[in-house]
């Protein structure tokens, strides 16, 4: 199987489950649109977690190639945590994303393993410094094969 995540225009659905920082679990939905053009790289989502007022956590990313074509390099803006640096490093049957803020405050990682051409499983953490401040595990499916707009 070769990974379609990242690499291939495509929406991918999530659900699965949310980790606050006291470890208590809620159901959480999400979308991540991967649009890549010629001029431009980039991924769009949101995770939506299903409290009694669900709370919505939105990312925009630009990436990037690097020298090594097992690794991209990405930006993002999250209104929470702020400027967000990465890495996405493809071994194997997994995708590993590793980030910090431009101040440090935060950082984390993400683990995504490849189940299927269209679905991954995707483990990730959050940290504040040494503290846990949120978790998750969610399956990621393809919406549809290709998504051109």
């Known amino acids: 199987m070769r990974h379609l995540m990242l690499l291939e225009t495509m929406n991918w659905i999530a659900s699965g489950i949310y980790f ?11 979308q991540s649109k ?3 053009d010629k001029e431009r790289w980039s991924i769009s989502g949101f995770m939506e977690v299903l409290l009694d007022t669900p709370i919505k956590f939105y990312n925009d990313y630009e990436v990037e190639p690097t020298d090594d074509n097992c690794i991209l390099k990405w930006t993002s803006f999250n209104p929470g945590l702020g400027k967000l640096c990465g890495k996405f490093s493809f071994i194997d049957d997994a995708i590993i994303s590793d980030f910090v803020s431009e101040d440090e405050k935060y950082s984390g ?5 490849l189940l299927n051409e269209k679905t991954y499983k995707a483990i990730g953490i959050c940290f504040d410094g040494e503290k846990r401040i949120s978790s998750w595990s969610v399956i990621l499916k393809a919406d549809n094969v290709s998504c051109k707009e």
């Open 34 to 36: 991967v649009k890549r």
């Open 109 to 113: 990682f993400e683990v995504l393993t």
């Open 20 to 30: 606050d920082e006291h470890g208590k679990e809620y159901k959480v939905n999400g």
